[in-house]
């Protein structure tokens, strides 16, 4: 009799499991897989002076210095942003910039002054892939592509011993650029990024330069910050406009994280 009771208890409990196990069978169980590629999109700030020569429609090369101090009082305006994608050991990366400075520079050989006046789009867009590197919290991508200039200039000279002139043009151009771009993790909170590339080559301009890095902080698992210095040098010439110029000031970025 013990040993019958035994089985109808097992049975018993064997059909209240099954209702439960039957409703576990039955409902569809979601589960979130990781693509392994983050994005990234940041709004940027560049304090960026201008020092170089630069020409228009023939005139004379003005003699531009502006340091990035002097930019607090000589921009018109500026905006910058970028996004970037990784995963998979590839790196997908763009950014573009306008900026409009005026200011008053030095001109031709005998002395003289020149008003300037400049609008200015740089945008770059670039591939890379992962390189092996033996370094912890370390990824080095190989970059390659583009980089766009349209720079707008005005120019009202006064030589010293000519009429005032009044000129105005502009140019754009598109170089093939190649370069390295390094994300560093100190630990979970701060961060070291270094972008560089080389382009021109002769296609577009004669050669172009771009380096920046940055420091940076990590407030949550979708905000950052950073701070740093970037330069850009471009050394241009075609149909009347010159620009041998180098930008370069303090940089700051704010990322989000998704």
């Not at 109808?8 to 209240?16: D, I, K, N, Q, S």
């Not at 039957?22 to 999109?41: C, I, T, Y």
């Not at 997908?92 to 200015?120: H, N, R």
């Not at 919290?137 to 000519?162: C, S, W």
């Amino acid at each position: 009799m013990i040993e019958m009771k035994s089985v109808y208890c097992g049975l018993a409990l064997a059909l209240a499991a099954a209702p439960a196990a039957a409703a576990d069978m039955s409902e569809p169980r979601l589960v979130v897989a990781d693509s392994g590629w983050k994005f990234q999109v940041t709004f940027d700030g560049w304090l960026a002076g201008l020092n170089g020569d630069i020409g228009v429609r023939g005139l004379p090369a003005a003699a531009v210095d502006v340091s990035p101090l002097d930019v607090l009082e000589d921009l018109d305006g500026v905006f910058a942003g970028s996004f970037q994608a990784a995963g998979d050991s590839w790196l997908l990366y763009t950014d573009v910039m306008w900026a409009k400075i005026s200011t008053d520079a030095d001109v031709g050989p005998f002395g003289g002054t020149a008003d300037f006046e400049q609008t200015q789009i740089v945008a770059t867009a670039l591939v890379g892939y992962e390189l092996p590197v033996n370094v912890a919290n370390m990824q080095l991508y190989a970059t390659g592509g583009l980089r766009y200039q349209h720079n707008k200039v005005e120019l009202g000279i006064d030589p010293v011993f000519f009429p005032a002139i009044d000129r105005s043009g502009s140019q754009s151009w598109a170089d093939p650029i190649v370069g390295l771009t390094m994300h560093y993790d100190v630990n979970c909170k701060w961060f070291v990024d270094v972008m560089a590339d080389i382009g021109g080559f002769g296609v577009a301009s004669d050669i172009t330069l771009q380096g920046t890095a940055t420091v940076g902080y990590n407030w949550t698992d979708t905000l950052a910050s950073s701070l740093g210095y970037k330069a850009l040098y471009t050394d241009y010439e075609d149909g009347g406009f010159q620009y041998d110029a180098t930008q370069h000031g303090v940089f700051t970025r704010l990322a989000v994280k998704f």
